[in-house]
Every structure is written in structure tokens, then in C-alpha cells.
């Protein structure tokens, strides 16, 4: 990946209650484990394409809870209306058995125009950090974010995509096992949110709809106030709802929302991951059961019906 993390010079002059809030850092010893639907993020990350066992976590952790509502969004701008996790998802982190999720990288791909500030909305909550200057995004650019949640270690691999149409095939190359998908706009500039129908057309080309949770970000909250705000909000949870996104409004800039906005990036996609995971081992299970799998040669299924073992010849 040549051109992942590299920038260019600049070319060109983006249920009704919260329920995030901070948390002190994971449980010390003695101290009453989080609810169940609590999310603390760690910000260990690395820059690389390295696979993410391994990765160091560091120390400073910048621990978040989270439920799956958020007071900043509308309903009608919410894919999910809901204050916890699925019931079977709270039992499997309960009795830790979340099976591999905690082992494996959930994708998300961030995608929209040139300079909408998708870069400095990952760099924000990565880093924590803001460059007032632009440096184009050269193809792709990755981060990896390790959370636990619930006590089940969950990592988001957040990939950068490039706007400019020169670097977009390359870009559009890593859009595939994306679980969710991010279409940026700036909030300041119309144009790029009437574009965002088709950049999640290019990405969702790679990824099946029905796999992925979409969102529609407006990006340079701080550059609008008042009605001008309000009605670029209301054109963008209209168009959120054509695509069956959720809506959110952020700024990299001031900070606001960023990381409220990833946690509930992450909070869905956990969710999602432990049912799909929980559901392919029951249905290993029954396939292993499954008396269809194993029939003797040359007997028909009807054939074998109602005989026991016995009859089989085995005792
Ligand atoms: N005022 C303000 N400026 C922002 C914000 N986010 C990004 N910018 C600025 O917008 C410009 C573009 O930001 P980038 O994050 O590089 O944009 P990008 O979408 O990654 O651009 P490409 O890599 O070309 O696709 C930079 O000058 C940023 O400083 C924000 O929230 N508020």
C-alpha cells in the first residue's frame, strides 16, 4: 500500500435521552464493573498495515460509556431508536462469550468530496488533534482504535479515503468488508452533500447494504449558526433518510460531537458483530447436528427415517 498515509501538498485552497458520557478509566481493582452497555475507549492505534493483533495499547485511556442513544440527532435522523444492547448481546458479554469479535477489525470507511474534513474528523478522535492547513489525502490512510466495551475488547479500523477524483480508483480498492460506512459532507458547501448519493453508491458497489449501517456526516459544524445551520441540517436528515442513513452534525474543529459520534460508530457495529457471530455459531452448531449431513451410502433419507442406532449396526 504505497500511497496509504501519505498526504500531498496542498493541491486545492467539508430514544431521545444521551446517554454518553465519560467514565472513569476501566475498572480498578474492587470497583464494580461497567453496566453492560458500557464502552471505554483506549486510545492505543497505529498507523500501518500490519494485522491488529498485537497492536500496543497505550496507557493514557480515554474512556468513554456509551448507550445507543444520543440527544444531538433527531429520531427521524436515528437508525436505531434503542437504549441498550440486544439482550442476547448483553448475555454474551456477561459470560464472555463474545467468540471472536474481540480478536477481529471491524471496517469503516470514510467517504465524500475534497477537503469536506474527513481527514481532520479521524484525526480529531485519533489524536485529538486539528491542522488548519490541507494536505490532500494520497488514496487511502488508516487508523485502528481499540475500545472495550463491556469488557469486550473491540477495535475499529477507520479508513481514510482520498476525495480528489484523481486518487478515487485507488481509493474505491479498499471499499469492500466495510461494516460501516461513513459519507462526509461540509455542512458550509451544498454541493458536497448532493454528492454524497453517489459516493455511497461507489462504496456500497463493494459491500452489500443490508451488512453494512451507513452514515451521513456534516462536517465544519463551527463555520454555520443559526437558520443557516438548521436548514443545511434538515436538507441532510432528508437526504439521510433516502439512504437509510443516521444523521450526524460534527466539527473537527471545536470537537463537537466527534467522539460522541465514533462511539455510537462503534456501539452499533459491536452490537451487530456479536449477534452475526453468535448467530453463525448456532447455525455451526446445528449443521453439526444436523442428521442430513451424514447418510449412509446408497440409502435414501426416507430410507434411514425412524431407525435407531441399533439398526445402523453400531451396537
Ligand atoms: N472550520 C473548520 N475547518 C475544518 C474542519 N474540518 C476540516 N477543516 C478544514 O478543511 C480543510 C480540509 O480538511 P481535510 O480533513 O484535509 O479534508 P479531506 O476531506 O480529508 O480532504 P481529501 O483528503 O482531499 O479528501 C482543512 O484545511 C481543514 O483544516 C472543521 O470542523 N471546521
Not at 492505543?44 to 500490519?50: A, K, Q, T, V, Y
Not at 465544519?220 to 438548521?230: T, V
Request: aromatic share 8%; glycine share 8%.
Amino acid at each position: 500500500m504505497a500511497t496509504a498515509g501519505a498526504r500531498s501538498a496542498p493541491s486545492q485552497t467539508p430514544p431521545p435521552t444521551s446517554a454518553i458520557r465519560q467514565t472513569p478509566a476501566g475498572p480498578a481493582p474492587g470497583r464494580a464493573e461497567p453496566p453492560p452497555w458500557q464502552l471505554q475507549r483506549d486510545s492505543g492505534r497505529m498507523r500501518s498495515s500490519l494485522a491488529p493483533l498485537g497492536v500496543p495499547v497505550s496507557r493514557d485511556r480515554d474512556d468513554v460509556s456509551v448507550c445507543l442513544s444520543g440527544s444531538w440527532y433527531t429520531p427521524e435522523a436515528c437508525l436505531q431508536l434503542k437504549d441498550h444492547f440486544h439482550g442476547q448481546v448483553s448475555a454474551a458479554c456477561q459470560r464472555r462469550n463474545t467468540g471472536t469479535v474481540g480478536l477481529r477489525l471491524s471496517k469503516v470507511v470514510v467517504v465524500g468530496d475534497l477537503y469536506v474534513g474527513k481527514t481532520s474528523l479521524i484525526h480529531r478522535f485519533c489524536k485529538n488533534a486539528f491542522d488548519r492547513d490541507y494536505k490532500a489525502t494520497i488514496g487511502v490512510d488508516f487508523e485502528i482504535e481499540r475500545f472495550e466495551i463491556a469488557g469486550v475488547p473491540y477495535s475499529l479500523q477507520i479508513w481514510d479515503t482520498a476525495g480528489q477524483e484523481k486518487f478515487k480508483c485507488i481509493a474505491s480498492a479498499y471499499y469492500r468488508g466495510a461494516q460501516v460506512i461513513i459519507t462526509a459532507f461540509d455542512l458550509s458547501d451544498a454541493q458536497t452533500l448532493a454528492h454524497t448519493r453517489q459516493w455511497l453508491a461507489d462504496a456500497l458497489r463493494e459491500n452489500a447494504a443490508t451488512s453494512c449501517f451507513i452514515f451521513l456526516v456534516g462536517t465544519k459544524k463551527d463555520l454555520l449558526s443559526g437558520a443557516a445551520c438548521e436548514q443545511a441540517e434538515a436538507e441532510a436528515v432528508h437526504l439521510a433518510n433516502e439512504m437509510q442513513a443516521e444523521y450526524w452534525s460534527v466539527s473537527a474543529k471545536t470537537g463537537e460531537n466527534v467522539k460522541a459520534f465514533f462511539s455510537r460508530v462503534a456501539a452499533l457495529s459491536f452490537e451487530h458483530s456479536v449477534l452475526q457471530d453468535l448467530e453463525r455459531r448456532s447455525s455451526a452448531q446445528l449443521q453439526v447436528g444436523d442428521g442430513d449431513l451424514v447418510r449412509m451410502k446408497g440409502s435414501s433419507p426416507e430410507s434411514q427415517e425412524g431407525r435407531g442406532l441399533s439398526s445402523l449396526g453400531c451396537c
